[in-house]
Each structure stands twice: as structure tokens, then as C-alpha cells.
């Protein structure tokens, strides 16, 4: 069970927060200027916080119920946990500072740090699931870690054609073909599912003592947690149709 | 510096700009739900406007709040592993809640709450900035928790050289985590007090426009900072009962009692020095203390004066004494949490596991590179920050962007690249 619990929460910061990774990768390629760049963040902006905070319930799932693997799988990957810290950092202060100046040298310098925080915790992911899944490290884990890496963009784009409209939902839907833009972002989910659960798989996932008391309790909230993220979907659901406050 | 200093000094910075940081979140959530409150109730388009100003200064001082968060979470297990192998049984349990039931809840309404301005229903609006202030609070809770379980260890048993958890409810009751809890929501709310009635006075003296919104929000600001600052002593007060033992000695400066507590440790522990770093546990405390006596000092006479209307208008003297204040408060929190953290040493959980067994085995160039990525970027991140609050809070109500039209209309702002 609590295998199935710590899954949850990873995977599902995987397809959702990739989402957010992704549109921040394919940044420039999407939005060609400042504008159009605020409208293609304004596709991720009402999710990204509520996103993230997936990855950081998974860390804290891993803190209470396995945490001697939690010491071992930070402490153990200090190189690459180190670099995704800031990506992340880099990024999310990028989304909040764009906009609190006007400028066109302001914002394109926090966009630049979106793009770059985005790249880099993509790559951080990819180096840190091909070093679980294919025990590899040094330069030769970057040809697995760019193969992760572009999923992720492609999940961003597939995540960005369903949220922009007009030219630059075109632009995002240049991966999807025929092949419809639900079916294309539900393809690339899946393949961040596949790749999650198939690094899970190669963890030593035995769970604590303290298990029998936190799965129950887990167990109860996750419904409501679920329940306010699926309100903030409903809220959000159209696709955009100008700039938000980011 | 050797390793375990270094991890130390990463931990300490990244914690202290936290809880700057979470400082005045927890303060300003709660001015702004109560403005929000009083907007939604009475329409009243002053107070609207309140809201959204203080909300704005609110979330740029929120997101570098997530930012330091996220870090210091990872940290734990990344530079110090030996401590969640250690104990990761009992106090993972409370950052496993705090994530799920607090932080979660949290973010996913602040989101809604910013970008759903103008487009939520206003009930439902009010509704998240309650949701994400209470969650706050719950945050604080679970996270202090976890840190009263390594000042004063309780609810566990010692098993196969790691703790177990036998005892949740005692870990919760934990009086070192309960006098801390309403101890720092205490300092939250004199921080936030004390950082509107600043900002207000701030307006209230250079006579900038909207001079009813800031006498308002100065007098709410100051009405929140005295009872705050006497309720926060009063747990301050209580929190010196639940010191640890040499801790407590080394605050009394008592030889005795010093060599007294010493001795006890070391007959349990083996040879070794368990005293604290006196020098920090004195400069901690005394900062704090100090600035308690100035602020309640301040706060009491500026309760007196915001009751004399040509005082609130003109008093210039005062206006500027109280932007100065803003710091004061940020102060005391830093010293009283030297005093906390710095006055358990050298344990990481008080009497079990030391700060040195507690360090992940990382190398001396690994720590170096991680401390130097960390403040370099933070630095950098924290001054820009700063400096974004200042320009915002200078600027005042007008120039603010949160809720200032529907989300999904289009921007009347030219498109640059076009």
C-alpha cells in the first residue's frame, strides 16, 4: 500500500508538474516575443504551484514512510539532487519575477531563466531516473537523461495545445499530427508514467514502522486533495484567452 | 571549516531565509483574510483596494517563501541523511503531514486564489485565502512538531540503533512543540503588524494619495502588533520552562549548574563536550529580549497615538520611527531562533544522535560546490526580492496588477513582438 501511495504522488507530479516543465522548455519556440510569451505562461499559471507541491508531497511521503531511502537517494545523487533544487528554484522565480517589472530586458531575462530552470530540471529528472533505472553515471548518462528530457518537452507542447488557442496552439500542436491533442498529451503521460514506475520498480521500497499510522491518515486526504486540485482543473478549464497575473 | 560545518552553515542560511520569509506570510495572510473578510461582507471599495495591496506584497514575499521551503525540505535527506535514518520514523511522520494535509491544500488554493481573482465567485474567493491562511498555520504546526521532537525527544523507543515512533499523540502534545507553535504564530502576527503599520506610515508621511486606506491599515497594523507582541512573550515566557537542560544552564550562566548538566551528559554519553556555543545561545537570546523591550515599548505608545486623529495625518516623526520598525521584528525572530537552534547543540536530537553522526557522508568539495550554488543563487534571489517588496510597497495601491481586471480578458498592453 505504501508503495501504491508514494507512486501516486511521484507520478503524478511527473505527468502534471512535467507539464509545467515542458511548456517552460519549449518557451521560446511557442511564444516568439514578450506578449506571446505571457499568454503561453498564462496556459500553466493557475496549475504550477499546485503542480509542484506533488513532488513535494512524494519527498514528504518518502521522509515519513521510507526514510532511510530518502537519506540514501538524495544524499547518494548529491550531484545531480543539488542542480534540480536550483533548476527549480531558478524557474519558479522566473514565472514569479517576469512580470513584476515592466520591461522588455526584464522579462526577457526572467524568461530566460524559466527556459534554462525548465531545461535543467528536466535534465536533472532524466540524469536522476537514468541513474536509478539504468544504474548509469558520468557523461554517458546524458544520452538517457536528453531522451527523458525530450518527453518532457513533448509533454509540455502536448499539454500547451490543449490550453492556447489560434497560432500558437498550431505551434504547440506540431508534435500531435493527425493524431488528436487529448491523445497526444494521454501518449505522452504515459510514457512519464512508464519511465516513473519502471525507476520505482529498481528502488529498494520497503516501507518504515511508522507506515501503520500515516498510510490510514493518508489514505483519508487524498480524496480531499484530489478533490481541490479537480476544482482548480474545472475553474480553469477553457482554453486561454489572454495574459494572466504572471 | 570541515564538512559537518559546512552542512551546518547551508542548513542554518537556508532555514534562517525561511523562516524570514515565512514570517510575514503567516503574518499577512491572516491581515489580508481579515480585510478580505470585511471587503466581501460590506463591498466596501477601500478596503477591496486593501486587500489587493497588501495581497500583492503578500505573494512576492510568499514566493521566495516556497523557494528557501522547497530547498530546506530536500536538504533533510540530502545533507543529512544520517539524521532521517536515524529518526526518520518519529519526526518524518509530522513533514509527511505537513506536506500532505497542510502544504498541499495550501498551494493548490493560493493558486486559485491569485489567478482566479475576478473569475471565482467572491465567496469562494474569500474561501481560499482562508483555506490557504488556516493550512498555513497548520504548516507551522506540524512543522514544529517534528522540530520539538529533536529539542526534547518524546513518544519513541530506541530499537536496532534507530527510534520508533510508539507514542503519536505524545510527539503532538510535545510542550516544546506547542509552546513553540503559538511562540512563533505570535512573532508571525507582531511581524506582519508591525511591517503594515511601517508601510502605512511610510504613505501616511510622504502624503501619497489614498490617505483613508492607510490610516486604516496603520491602525490595523499597530491594533495587531501589541496584543500579538504580549501574546508571543507570554509563550516566549513558557518556552523557557521547556529548555533543555544545559541549555538552560548555559543561558543561566550558572558555573554550577553549567559543569552540573555537563557532567550528567557526559556520565550518559560518554567523554565529550555537550555544552552549547555560549556566546551564540547569550547574542540570540539577548537580541531577541532587547527587541522585545523595544518593540513593545514602541507598539504600546503608537496604540496611544493612533487614537489622536491629527497624529495618524501628521505626526511625521512617529511615521518615520515606525517604517524604521519594519526590521525589528525579523530581528527577534533570527535571535530567538539562534537561541533554539544554536542552544541544542551538539545535538541534532537532544541526548540521541549528535549534529556530526547526523550528516550524510558527503566530501568536503561536495559541500563546498552545494554551499556555494545555494547562497550564490539565493543571494541573488533574496536582494532581488527585497527590492521588487520595497518598489511595491512604495508604489502603493495603484500600480498594483493582482486582481486588477477578469483574468481571461485579453491584455490591452501591446504585444512587444509585433
Same mark, same amino acid.
Given at each position: 500500500?505504501?508503495?501504491?501511495v ?8 511527473l505527468?502534471?508538474?512535467?507539464a ?9 519556440y ?14 500553466i499559471?493557475?496549475f504550477f504551484l499546485?503542480?509542484?507541491v506533488?513532488?513535494?508531497s512524494?519527498?514528504g511521503v518518502?521522509a ?12 547518494g545523487n548529491?550531484a545531480?539532487?543539488v542542480?534540480?533544487l ?7 522565480m522566473g ?9 522588455v530586458r ?8 524559466i527556459?534554462?530552470?525548465s ?16 544504474g548509469?553515471?558520468?557523461?554517458v ?14 509533454h ?7 490550453r492556447l488557442r ?10 500531435s499530427?493527425?493524431?488528436?491533442e487529448?491523445?497526444t498529451y494521454?501518449?505522452t ?6 519511465v ?16 501503520s ?15 481541490a486540485q479537480?476544482w ?5 478549464r ?7 497575473y504572471? | *571549516? ?9 542548513? #542554518? ?8 520569509f515565512?514570517?510575514?506570510t ?7 483574510a481579515v480585510v478580505?473578510?470585511?471587503?466581501t ?10 486587500t489587493?495591496?497588501w495581497?500583492?506584497?503578500y ?10 521551503g ?13 539524521l532521517t535514518?536515524?529518526?526518520?520514523n ?5 513533514l509527511?503531514?505537513e506536506?500532505l494535509?497542510a ?5 493548490t488554493?493560493?493558486?486559485l ?18 483555506v490557504?491562511?488556516l493550512?498555513? /498555520?497548520?504548516s507551522?504546526?506540524?512543522?514544529l512538531?517534528?522540530?520539538g521532537?529533536?529539542q ?15 507514542d503519536f499523540?505524545? *510527539?503532538?502534545?510535545?510542550p ?5 507553535f ?6 508571525? *502576527?507582531? %511581524?506582519?503588524?508591525?511591517f503594515v503599520?511601517g508601510?502605512s #506610515? /511610510?504613505h501616511?508621511?510622504?502624503r501619497?494619495a489614498?490617505?483613508?486606506?492607510f ?5 490595523i497594523?499597530?491594533g495587531?502588533a501589541?496584543p500579538a ?7 516566549g ?7 533543555q ?17 555537563q ?6 554519553h560518554?567523554?565529550?563536550?555537550y555544552?552549547?556555543? #555560549?556566546g551564540w545561545?547569550h547574542?540570540?537570546? @539577548? %537580541?531577541?529580549l532587547?527587541?522585545? #523591550?523595544? @518593540? ?6 503608537s496604540?496611544?497615538? *493612533? ?8 505626526l ?8 524604521? @520598525? ?13 537561541f533554539r ?7 541534532a536530537? /537532544? ?5 556530526a553522526e547526523a550528516?550524510s557522508?558527503?566530501?568536503q %568539495?561536495q559541500m563546498?560546490v ?12 533574496i ?14 495601491p495603484?500600480a498594483v ?10 491584455s490591452?498592453?501591446p504585444?512587444?513582438?509585433?
Open positions: 500500500m505504501e508503495i501504491f508514494l507512486a501516486f504522488f511521484a507520478l503524478g507530479y505527468v502534471l508538474g512535467g509545467d516543465i515542458g511548456v517552460g522548455m519549449a518557451l521560446p511557442l511564444g516568439r516575443g514578450a506578449g506571446e510569451r505571457r499568454e503561453v505562461i498564462a496556459a499559471a493557475p499546485g503542480n509542484e506533488w513532488l513535494v512524494a519527498a518518502l515519513g514512510l521510507f526514510p532511510e531511502l530518502e537519506g540514501e537517494l538524495l544524499s548529491v545531480v539532487v542542480p534540480l536550483l533548476s527549480w528554484v531558478v524557474r519558479d514565472l514569479w519575477l517576469r512580470g513584476r517589472v515592466p520591461g526584464w522579462q526577457g531575462f526572467w524568461d530566460g531563466a527556459v534554462a530552470g531545461w535543467g530540471l528536466a535534465l536533472s529528472w532524466g540524469v536522476l531516473l537514468s541513474d536509478v533505472l539504468l548509469l553515471h558520468g557523461p548518462a546524458l544520452a538517457p537523461a536528453l531522451l527523458v528530457a525530450v518527453v518532457f518537452g513533448a509540455g507542447l502536448a499539454f500547451a495545445a490543449l489560434g497560432e500558437l496552439r498550431r505551434r504547440a500542436a506540431v508534435l499530427g493527425g493524431s488528436g487529448a491523445r494521454a501518449l503521460a504515459a510514457a512519464l508514467v512508464v516513473g514506475v519502471l525507476a520505482g520498480l529498481r528502488l529498494p521500497l520497503t516501507a518504515g514502522p511508522t507506515a499510522l500515516l498510510t490510514p491518515v493518508i489514505l483519508v486526504v487524498t480524496p480531499l486533495l484530489v478533490a479537480a482548480v482543473w474545472w475553474i480553469f477553457h482554453r486561454v484567452s489572454g495574459p494572466s504572471l | *571549516m570541515d564538512t559537518v560545518d559546512l552542512a551546518r552553515l547551508q542548513f #542554518a542560511l537556508t532555514a534562517g531565509a525561511h523562516f524570514l515565512v514570517a510575514l503567516l503574518g499577512l495572510a491572516t491581515l489580508v478580505q473578510t470585511w471587503a461582507l460590506t463591498r466596501d471599495p477601500v478596503h477591496l483596494r486593501m489587493r495591496f495581497g500583492q506584497l505573494i512576492i514575499n510568499y514566493a521566495m517563501g516556497i523557494a528557501t522547497l530547498v530546506m525540505e530536500f536538504q533533510l535527506g540530502l545533507t543529512w541523511s544520517g535514518e536515524f529518526a526518520g518519529t519526526f518524518g511522520a509530522s509527511a503531514i506536506t494535509v502544504f498541499f491544500l495550501e498551494s488554493f493560493l493558486g486564489w491569485i489567478f482566479g481573482w475576478n473569475k471565482l465567485n467572491r465567496w469562494a474567493h474569500l474561501a481560499a485565502i482562508w490557504v491562511t493550512t498555513a /498555520y497548520a507551522a504546526f506540524w512543522i512538531v517534528s522540530n521532537f529533536l526534547h525527544p518524546v513518544g519513541y523507543e530506541l530499537a536496532d540503533g534507530v527510534l520508533r515512533l510508539t499523540g505524545a *510527539m503532538v502534545a510535545n516544546t512543540a506547542q509552546v513553540a503559538f511562540h512563533v504564530l505570535g512573532g508571525a *502576527m507582531v %511581524t506582519g503588524g508591525f503599520a508601510v #506610515a /511610510y501616511l508621511r510622504r501619497t489614498e490617505q483613508d486606506l490610516r486604516k491599515s496603520l491602525r497594523g499597530i495587531v501589541l507582541t504580549l501574546f508571543t512573550a507570554t509563550f515566557g513558557l518556552g523557557f520552562e521547556t529548555l537542560p544545559t541549555k538552560a544552564a548555559v543561558w543561566s550562566g550558572s558555573a554550577s549548574r553549567i559543569a552540573a548538566a557532567a550528567e551528559l557526559a556520565a550518559a560518554g567523554p565529550g563536550d555544552l552549547p556555543p #555560549a545561545v547574542a540570540g537570546a @539577548m %537580541t531577541m532587547i527587541a522585545f #523591550a523595544v @518593540m513593545f515599548f514602541f507598539a504600546g505608545l496604540a496611544v497615538l *493612533m487614537l489622536i486623529r491629527p497624529a495618524v495625518r501628521s511625521r516623526v512617529w511615521h518615520w520611527l515606525l517604517t524604521l @520598525m519594519i526590521p525589528v521584528p525579523f530581528v527577534a525572530m533570527l535571535g530567538g531562533w539562534v537552534e544554536m542552544g541544542r547543540q551538539p545535538w536530537v /537532544y541526548g540521541l544522535l549528535t549534529t550528516m557522508p558527503l566530501t %568539495t563546498r552545494s554551499l556555494t550554488a545555494f547562497v550564490t543563487v539565493f543571494a541573488a534571489l536582494v532581488t526580492n527585497y527590492v521588487l517588496l520595497a518598489r511595491a510597497a512604495r508604489r502603493g495603484d496588477t493582482l486582481g486588477d481586471r477578469p483574468i481571461d480578458t485579453p490591452t498592453e504585444a512587444l513582438s509585433l
